[in-house]
């Protein structure tokens, strides 16, 4: 497998590329490669993305610099992302420049974990403004800056919370342990998968790559609802919101879902139905008691998969003279 982010190399040129890299040898049936075009022009496009959402790449007192650089440290399997910006306190403080270096050393972890990859993550702050480096490094490893997306992006929009880390460290994070595939006339006459189990790994110049194993399988879709079981609010405030996420197995995006309460809906009701693309669903509770939230799930394969879990509900209420805040 070949990713790159245009087909500008024809098949049979990135077979040969393959096959040149040496990484296709006896008893390795499966090869990886993600270019080093692809790593940067990937992530030079979620950084523009990035600006557009802030208005410019700022970010309180920081303005980042609307370029970044992702560069392989050469002799190592490091990655490094490195940004640079400008700190201004404001008032009579100075502003001051800044570089965030993140080194990503990517490794391959046992055969058959999910992710497959891992990365053992330093990061740096070259700056003069000693005195605001906390504040710097909280800003920058904000969530709201969002991931680097390399594979399959609607499973990482359903099922990541957005953690901002450097380009290695989300390539990582996303490497494959398997590859879900329809049916395929003369292979497969249903949905299934292949497991990916990867043992070497090479980080160079050229790109990230890896070679294994892969083995044919059967899918067992299934989902689960990720949220707390025990709730409680104070009487005073009249009500809680909480939210429920998925997590799905061997369902191929896209994705539908729809959330529900058990009990219908009315004037009283503890809980709002959504219906969402995956992501989950947010519950409204008003009142004491067990109740029910529930998900069913179909994917681009028809394949489909539910769960449902009891939330148990406490109403604290007011002792005596107590306030109600």
Do not use: C
Request: proline share 6%; charged share 25%.
């Amino acid at each position: 497998m070949w990713i790159d982010l245009e087909d500008r190399i024809k098949e049979d040129e990135q077979r040969d590329a393959l096959l040149d890299s040496r990484f296709l040898t006896r008893g390795r049936t499966i090869a990886l490669l993600v270019t080093a075009r692809a790593i940067k022009l990937q992530a030079a496009a979620t950084w523009a993305e990035f600006g557009e959402k802030t208005g410019g790449w700022k970010l309180g007192d920081i303005t980042l610099d609307e370029e970044l650089s992702v560069l392989h440290d050469v002799g190592s399997d490091n990655i490094v992302t490195k940004l640079s910006g400008t700190y201004d306190p404001g008032w009579w403080f100075p502003a001051s420049d800044f570089t965030y270096t993140i080194d990503d050393s990517l490794s391959l972890r046992p055969a058959g974990s999910v992710p497959s990859m891992e990365a053992r993550t330093s990061d740096d702050l070259d700056s003069n403004a000693v005195l605001y480096v906390a504040s710097i490094v909280g800003i920058l490893t904000n969530p709201f800056i969002g991931t680097w997306v390399y594979f399959g992006a609607e499973a990482v929009a359903e099922s990541f919370v957005p953690e901002f880390r450097g380009v290695g460290g989300a390539l990582a994070r996303q490497w494959p342990s398997e590859i879900l595939t329809p049916p395929i006339p003369g292979v497969f006459d249903e949905p299934s998968k292949f497991l990916l189990s990867w043992s070497d790994l090479m980080v160079d110049p050229e790109g990230v790559r890896t070679l294994g194993t892969f083995t044919p399988t059967e899918r067992a879709p299934r989902v689960s609802i990720l949220g707390d079981t025990d709730v409680s609010f104070r009487e005073a405030l009249g009500h809680k919101v909480v939210s429920y996420h998925g997590d799905f197995h061997d369902l191929r995006a896209p994705l539908k879902a729809q959330w529900s309460p058990a009990a219908p809906i009315d004037e009283q009701s503890e809980s709002v139905p959504k219906e969402r693309v995956v992501t989950g669903t947010r519950a409204l509770f008003t009142s004491a008691g067990r109740k029910t939230i529930s998900v069913s799930v179909s994917d681009a394969d028809n394949l489909s998969a539910a769960d449902e879990i009891t939330v148990h509900v406490t109403v604290i209420p007011l002792e005596g003279s107590q306030q109600p805040f």
